[in-house]
């Protein structure tokens, strides 16, 4: 199985900061690589999928870059709302694994 | 509107089984692959199982491997999940998730859940 590997686990930022999350996995998994937003009491919301692409809907200040097996996650500047935790998921194998998250707070 | 909408959580006992429904509306149902997602109490999100449009492609985590079972009816725009020989640790929120369109294996559209509760 192909494993996902976020860091850091927790992170604190202020509003209108500038945040990275990065995600590994145990193998080159291309540029399968998706990222999702969850809030307590919410449903995920897909922000970035195929590693870079912005999901429609989505604020232009989320980005995702990277390929083979190091991404990253990138809020360019912090609202209030982007306090929730985030999850990568590779989509390389059938076994569509995720992260196991890396909560933003402020 | 996409919708999809949950239901058929309850408290079961260690053993037991039980099955989740998703209704679908607002897209061209046997278009899309679907799958399920768990999360437990305090716990991450958990990939459950996949289906493909027309049913021919099914798979699962090996957690629940030869116990779950995955199913469509895309004439009722449903999807399923039988989960036989539930255990304390299937406990969690269950969510049924269409496959992006353009991305199969990334999801794009969520439900808003089912709690399951195992216990003794």
């Known amino acids: 199985d192909i494993q996902m590997t976020q860091s850091p686990s927790s992170l604190s930022a202020s509003v209108g900061d500038r945040v990275t999350i990065t995600c590994r996995a145990s193998q080159n998994i291309n540029n399968y690589l998706n990222w999702y937003q969850l809030k307590p009491g919410t449903a995920p919301k897909l922000l970035i999928y195929a590693a870079s692409s912005l999901q429609s809907g989505v604020p232009s200040r989320f980005s995702g870059s990277g390929s083979g097996t190091d991404f990253t996650l990138t809020i360019s500047s912090l609202h209030p709302e982007d306090f929730a935790t985030y999850y990568c998921q590779q989509s390389y194998s059938t076994m569509f694994n995720f992260g196991q998250g890396t909560k933003l707070e402020i | 509107e996409v919708q999809l909408v949950e239901s058929g959580g309850t408290l079961v006992q260690v053993g037991g089984s039980l099955t989740l429904s998703c209704a679908a509306s607002g897209f061209t149902f046997d278009s899309y692959s679907m799958n399920w997602v768990r999360q437990a109490p305090g716990k991450g999100l958990e990939w459950v199982s996949h289906?493909?449009?027309?049913?021919?492609?099914?798979y699962y985590a090996d957690s629940v491997k030869g116990r779950f079972t995955i199913s469509r009816d895309n004439a009722k725009n449903s999807l399923y999940l039988q989960m036989n020989s539930l255990r304390a640790e299937d406990t969690a929120v269950y969510y049924c998730?269409?496959?992006?369109?353009?991305?199969?294996?990334?999801?794009?559209?969520w439900g808003q859940g089912t709690l399951v509760t195992v216990s003794s």
């Open positions: 998730a269409r496959d992006h369109p353009e991305w199969v294996g990334s999801f794009d559209y």
């Open positions: 289906i493909s449009s027309r049913s021919s492609m099914k």
